[in-house]
């Protein structure tokens, strides 16, 4: 008898086939009785258990409790909804939504290790497609300063088993949009980025980000889809798109390229893309999960000691961009209609604050948006961008080019173009080899009517591209080659038929 009951409770130990405990510190009022519990008493929550159990025909279910003082507490979606958290630190406040957001949905569900291992492989391919076509915005100081914000907003550690962390990659793109794939990856856009003026606001962002991922709303979003293609028909589908946009992205990029010269239409080819993306990777979110990551944001704003109002201070500069673009930005898929108005007004009360130490901190990001921008023709949403650099004395030659040909396309007088000519000269003592100062230089004399400087300028730039041309002879193998041997042929040849206009008109 006493062997029988020994082989049962060892049967009965092996349908526990796995184990995990995370010590939290949690305090909770019960809003309802909850056996042993009753209204209004106070849980002290110090760990949560995750077990494996095998049930009676072999199919293992994934169960969650909650350890308070002597007594273990199932986690369901009735425990979830009658726990009222305070909350100590950040990582108390993950611990808790967790609980009362995920936790309940895993254990009808499971973990789902396919799906989840699916979607991170998918994710881990477009990451490597932005990288390798060049989409991603290689500014390593940048990426290591919004590194040093995540590591305070982020939990250390997810209390329902999932291994990821969240890590960063930023996208060389005008819009403004970020999003969070379920492997912890997020997307942040430079044109987001030099949208916001305080770290504050930056922290918003991030935090509404993290909020999508430790929520798992994207795994849920997949789960509610109907139909999702192959994995390699689909990625089959983008290829073609996204070398279009890697070979505007090189033209772009190219050290000999003026801005201006690239095909119109990239950055919208670019979000195209990602909207897919974000649609099969479950990023397409409700405005439920949208209000709930909105709330968690201002939470961890407030428990970080950054200002509570800063997501409304953010969603609201974003509204105005818009307005002022008459843009239809995928962040804001309804931004005309009032959900987008309700949210701003949800998060707090918009402040009209700004940096200047943090907007030296995004510069660079601030002029790739600026030189984006300009291949778009949009002349007057550039100036404030490249402005704001000059005005933090953190401005490169590229800005001042970038604001003269501005002033060439938006006005004529001889103050605008006095101007002109002192932003090429100021380019031009920050990096005196710019093959873009040439152009912007020799059009602002021309209109000043001073054709013998003109002219000169024009012989000097057909010798900086005969130079040129000779260097790239013996590259022609780097992705940027051919452009940058159209720019030259085109080039030259425009300044050797000006030569011509401009002895005819001295």
Not at 103 to 123: C, D, N, V, Y
Not at 137 to 146: S, T
Request: glycine share 4%.
């Amino acid at each position: 008898m006493k062997r029988i009951l020994l082989l049962l409770s060892l049967l009965c130990v092996g349908l526990l086939v796995n184990a995990q405990t995370y010590r939290v510190d949690l305090n909770a009022t019960i809003t309802d009785d909850i056996k042993p519990f009753k209204k209004g008493d106070i849980l002290n929550i110090s760990k949560l258990v995750h077990n494996v159990v095998v049930n009676d025909m072999g199919t293992p279910k994934d169960e969650y409790s909650i350890i308070v003082e002597n007594d273990t507490i199932p986690i369901n979606e009735k425990l979830a909804e009658r726990l009222d958290f305070k909350y100590k630190n950040i990582q108390s406040l993950w611990d808790a939504k967790i609980i009362q957001n995920v936790l309940p949905g895993l254990e009808k569900k499971g973990i789902q290790k396919s799906l989840r291992l699916e979607m991170e492989e998918e994710a881990l391919d477009y990451i490597r497609n932005v990288q390798e076509y060049g989409i991603a915005f290689n500014d390593p100081y940048l990426e290591n300063y919004i590194y040093g914000l995540v590591s305070k907003i982020a939990p250390s550690t997810l209390v329902d088993c999932r291994p990821g962390n969240v890590n960063i990659l930023i996208l060389d793109n005008p819009t403004m949009n970020a999003c969070m794939y379920s492997n912890g990856t997020m997307i942040i856009n430079t044109g987001l980025i030099s949208t916001l003026h305080t770290e504050d606001e930056l922290v918003a962002i991030l935090a509404h980000e993290i909020a999508h991922f430790v929520l798992d709303h994207s795994v849920q979003n997949v789960n509610a889809a109907i139909t999702r293609k192959k994995r390699a028909e689909f990625w089959a589908g983008l290829a073609t798109g996204l070398t279009a946009v890697a070979e505007g992205v090189a033209a772009a990029k190219s050290n000999y390229y003026i801005p201006g010269a690239a095909t119109l239409g990239m950055a919208a080819l670019s979000t195209s893309i990602a909207s897919q993306v974000i649609d099969r990777l479950g990023m397409n979110y409700n405005s439920k999960q949208e209000d709930a990551a909105d709330k968690v944001a201002v939470m961890a704003l407030e428990i970080l000691g950054y200002d509570k109002n800063a997501l409304a201070t953010a969603l609201n500069r974003m509204k105005d961009v818009m307005v002022l673009e008459r843009s239809n930005a995928m962040y804001f898929q309804t931004y005309s209609h009032p959900a987008l108005i309700n949210r701003i007004f949800k998060a707090g009360k918009p402040q009209n604050t700004s940096n200047q130490t943090f907007e030296q901190e995004i510069s660079f990001a601030v002029t790739s948006t600026a030189r984006m921008k300009f291949e778009d023709r949009r002349f007057r949403q550039v100036l404030p961008l490249v402005n704001q650099n000059i005005y933090n004395d953190v401005a490169t030659a590229e800005d001042y080019i970038l604001k003269a040909n501005c002033l060439l396309a938006l006005s004529n007088d001889s103050q605008n173009n006095m101007e002109i000519l002192e932003l090429v000269e100021t380019a031009r003592s920050l990096e005196p080899t710019n093959i873009n100062i040439y152009k912007a230089e020799i059009l602002g004399n021309l209109r000043l009517r001073k054709f013998d400087v003109a002219q000169q300028l024009l012989q000097s730039y057909i010798s900086a591209l005969n130079e040129i041309e000779m260097q790239l002879k013996d590259i022609e193998s780097d992705i940027t080659w051919d452009a940058n041997y159209k720019f030259v042929i085109s080039e030259r040849d425009w300044a050797n038929r000006m030569l011509i206009k401009v002895k005819v008109m001295q």
